[in-house]
């Protein structure tokens, strides 16, 4: 499955369903070039500025060097030179105002583009295998963008054809069972997901065989932030990523663990089923009881000690008969 980046509301569709860059990506594009002539324009003035006060004293300096009857007093001379240089003045200060202006609403616009990034909502669907079984095939839609996604729309279309083939339109057909990919979703926060069981792979494959890998679509996803702009992605559903996909191991061990758990619990169930009072009989045993268990085993010890003792002493002819001592061999 691909994932296609957010697209603005505000973008058009080519004829092959791509997003195409928004109307203000080239707005923006023609406002940098014009920002450029702007620039040479600003240096041109500022240079023509600067140079005119050099231009009309070289001028008096060249006048006064040629017979002229209207001779300029050093008093007028110096007030065209205080004129002109006030005047240049003037004009950069303008110049300098203006671009500060333009530079705040620069960096407004950027704050603004701040703040709209950071409630942007970024909503992606893909497959993935189920834990209980590699066959089984789960759907996700997630929201990994910074803001709450609302009004979740989805909208399958065919991908790079004109029409569904019959084993796209059986998936489809249970994507379309599941009533939050039908209506869609009232809203998903920032990082959330959701997700359900959708078909097992291999009963779709026992139907259109091989086909199930040439199954390839787009999910339309159509959704706004907190502040109602509009947005648009596209995910790519592709069957043909699972050809030669295997498992091994006997799948997820979570779940494993939790079938073992669930076997043992099943046991416990069968032990406390037995017992009439649905209880276990446990029999717990104090120190007190130790103790009292302690002193009957010294006394049974003690008791067949002394009847071992008493039988030892009396001999096999009868009361009063001294034992027969064995033969001993003879001493050489």
């Known amino acids: 499955m691909t994932h296609r980046g957010v697209c603005s509301a505000k973008r058009q569709k080519s004829d092959m369903g791509d997003c195409v860059r928004p109307t203000y ?3 923006r594009k023609s406002w940098k070039e014009m920002n450029k002539e702007k620039h040479t324009w600003i240096a041109i003035t500022l240079g023509s500025i600067l140079l005119s006060p050099l231009l009309f004293i070289g001028g008096i300096i060249l006048g006064s060097n040629t017979d002229v009857s209207h001779a300029l ?5 110096s007030s065209w030179v205080s004129a002109a240089a006030t005047l240049a003045i003037a004009i950069l200060t303008f110049i300098l105002a ?5 530079l705040r609403i620069s ?17 992606e669907l893909y497959f993935l295998p189920s834990p209980v079984a590699f066959q089984f095939i789960n759907v996700h839609v997630e929201n990994n963008g910074r803001g709450v996604a609302r009004s979740i729309k989805f909208t399958f279309r065919p991908e790079g054809k004109e029409s569904f ?3 796209e339109l059986d998936v489809i057909s249970h994507l379309e069972n599941i009533n939050m990919l039908k209506s869609g979703l009232s809203s998903l926060g920032s990082g959330k997901s959701r997700s359900s069981f959708v078909f097992s792979f291999l009963d779709l494959s026992k139907v259109h065989k091989d086909k199930m890998f040439e199954v390839h679509f787009s999910v339309s996803l159509s959704f706004e932030d907190a502040d109602g702009i509009a947005y648009i992605s596209e995910s790519i559903i592709d069957f043909s990523e699972y050809i030669g996909v295997t498992e091994i191991g006997g ?3 979570t779940y494993q663990l939790f079938q073992e758990t669930k076997k043992i619990r099943e046991i416990l169930q069968r ?34 000690r002394k009847s071992e003792e008493s039988r030892r002493a009396v001999p096999p002819g009868g009361a009063g008969q001294p034992e027969p001592v064995p033969n001993e061999p003879p001493r050489t």
């Open 73 to 77: 007093s050093s008093d007028s001379m």
């Open 98 to 102: 203006k671009e500060t202006w333009n």
């Open 25 to 27: 990506f080239y707005l």
């Open 251 to 253: 799948g997820d061990p």
């Open 107 to 123: 960096q407004m616009q950027q704050v603004e583009q701040i703040r709209k990034d950071s409630i942007r909502p970024s909503v």
């Open 271 to 304: 032990v406390q089923g037995n017992m009439s009072s649905g209880r276990f009989n446990v029999n717990l045993f104090t120190s007190e009881d130790r103790d009292k268990e302690r002193e009957a085993i010294r006394k049974e010890i003690e008791e067949a």
């Open 165 to 167: 083939t019959p084993a």
